[in-house]
Nanobody, 128 residues
Framework: QVQLAESGGGLVQAGDSLRLSCTAS????????MAWFRQAPGKEREFVAS????????YYADSVKGRFTISRDNAKNTVFLQMNSLKPEDTAVYYC?????????????????????WGQGTQVTVSS
């Protein structure tokens, strides 16, 4: 079993930055692709960003491209999401997810069914 623990959420103003962290643990964790998704009130969960184990490529939703950066530290089994120039529409619960599979397809990397393990989520609220 793999456990994921997110941190770093909070309340910020539009234009501010936040950095989310997610650490994976568990006996069987070997490290596939890791990703961030988000869910705003009344909306479906949506893809934000994904990164394979070696970090040689990244995938982003169009809505965050150029503002958000995903990265990972495999030695610490941790994935990060640096969020800059935050907007009120970025307000959501942000979820970390991981798969034992490494995805080099943007289509597969952006689908929530590609990820078997999920964190509990961390709230990000951006005020205008």
């Amino acid at each position: 079993q793999v456990q994921l623990a997110e941190s770093g959420g909070g309340l910020v103003q539009a234009g501010d930055s936040l950095r989310l962290s997610c650490t994976a643990s568990g006996r069987t964790f070997s490290g596939g692709s890791m990703a961030w998704f988000r869910q705003a009130p009344g909306k479906e969960r949506e893809f934000v960003a994904s990164i394979p184990r070696n970090g040689d490529t990244t995938y982003y939703a169009d809505s965050v491209k150029g503002r958000f950066t995903i990265s990972r530290d495999n030695a610490k089994n941790t994935v990060f999401l640096q969020m800059n120039s935050l907007k009120p529409e970025d307000t959501a619960v942000y979820y970390c997810a991981t798969s034992l599979t490494i995805y080099y397809s943007s289509q597969l990397a952006s689908q929530d069914q590609s990820y078997a393990y999920w964190g509990q989520g961390t709230q990000v609220t951006v005020s205008s």
